[in-house]
């Protein structure tokens, strides 16, 4: 377990928050912390309402929730702070997937015992009509909170994300402060078999040891790369390497079940790139299987054109730039989109209107698409071929990480996932595609023997 010993009070307007996450389950070791910690409540008396039986049950669940969810913001190792909103309103509003339990009474009520009792710092709200400076109330656990985590040795593996609730989630459009909120919706059989299908993919992936495999110092390089990609006011979804985060749920947006879909919830997710292959399952090294140019490649078979090679390069800017511009293109309501990030027009030399221009030229063949946000109806074909590559591996008790359009497995299934991918990409667009894989260089895997010989010979692995 990588942990910061470091327990100062964050500079709020870096630091990330994240929205409470009602379905958590602990281990037998994190059981006997919330009975301590529950004794606080039974211990505390309101008056009027707040004795009621039923007021003080949804607040020793209220609890619970609070409590597990501040111990995964410190075994994230980061300065992260649990949202808390004080409106009425938007515990109403979030009520199909908050539960009944947690309500703006109860969060307030436990909040201030939390307090009270030197286990958690108040961060008041603030309201501002620029998004940018709005700012949710919330907590801060505290040193002594903290303390108690470490006394009872409760680790990352403790305490986890349910692999079997709220797997779905529905976002409605982007609005004007920029945010996609969640919206309620009607479950239908498709829904439930999608439901059904995780919930089988995420008590797999429960069960299978799944580590990164990095020095300290690496850890704190990957930590340090993590904020300084969410340091412009993000959700802390994705703000942190957070290893409690092992169980997978779907996302739709733009209010349709036809748009989106992709898994997101595993902590494997947030680590950049250049260090999955530090990752390993069931102590195995893995690859990473790439599909090459995917919606590209799909968008070609549909319109019965060659797929051509080396896609994103084009003679002006560099890959990520043109690619960003591609899936913009084909992801947005318009052709008049913004400049993508990264792009700078003294790196580029020509204007983002010239640019955007060049893209659209080059990419003549796929204009019909473009403007349309059809790269989400895509992204719904890969996030489909994703659960069926995954249910192949779960059915024989293996599993394989979906990093989006990608997937980490161990070197051992290699093959026969480069199989199964190709082999659904066939059967959903009626053409083939490229695969890109990814793995550790020799010297990498020697510095990881050379690193765990040195663990060893001092004790920190059995």
Known sequence: MHSDSRFDMPNFTKAAGRPIRPYLDYSGRVRGMLDQLQGLLDAHRRPRKADSPSFRGKCRRTMAVL???????????????????????????NRFWLGSDITASSVQACSDILVEAGLAL????????????????????????????????????DVWRSPSQDLIQLRARKSRDGFKRRIPFQWDEEL????????????????IPIRLDVSDSQWEAILDHISRKHSDGEEAEEATLDQTQ?????????????????????????????????????????????????????LSHRLGIP???????????????????????????GTSIKPVDGFDEESIGMTWSD?????????????PYFGTGYGLRLQKLDSDIAETVMLHFVRTGRVVLPVHDSFLCAQADEAELAWVM???????????????????SQVQINEIRARRALDRSIGLHP
């Not at 190709?422 to 550790?440: D, V």
Request: proline letters at 4%; aromatic letters at 12%.
């Open 67 to 93: 409590c597990l969810n501040l111990t995964c913001l410190i075994l994230s190792g980061r300065s992260l702070w649990l949202q808390t909103p004080s409106s009425k309103t938007w515990y109403a509003e």
């Open 122 to 157: 108040k961060l008041d709200g603030r309201a501002s009509p620029l998004s940018a400076n709005r700012r949710s109330a919330g907590l801060w656990p505290s040193d002594k909170f903290r303390k108690l985590v470490w006394d009872d040795s409760i680790s990352e593996q």
């Open 192 to 207: 439930q078999r999608q439901a059904d299908n995780l919930s089988t993919i995420n008590a797999q992936v429960q069960q």
């Open 246 to 298: 092992r169980s997978l749920y779907r996302v739709y947006n733009n209010a349709s079940f036809e748009q989106g879909g992709r898994f997101y919830g595993g902590w494997w997710q947030a680590v950049p790139k250049r260090w999955r292959p530090y990752i390993n399952i069931a102590g195995s090294k893995v690859v990473e299987l790439d599909y090459a140019a995917m919606h590209p490649t799909a």
């Open 307 to 333: 797929v051509r090679g080396r896609f994103y390069e084009i003679g002006i800017g560099n890959k990520p730039i043109v690619k960003a511009t591609f899936n913009a293109l084909i992801n947005a309501r």
């Open 355 to 367: 640019f955007l221009k060049a893209v659209k030229s080059h990419y003549q063949p796929y204009r």
């Open 422 to 440: 190709e082999e659904e990409f066939r059967i959903r667009t009626g053409g083939t595609i490229n695969l890109r894989r990814k793995r550790l």
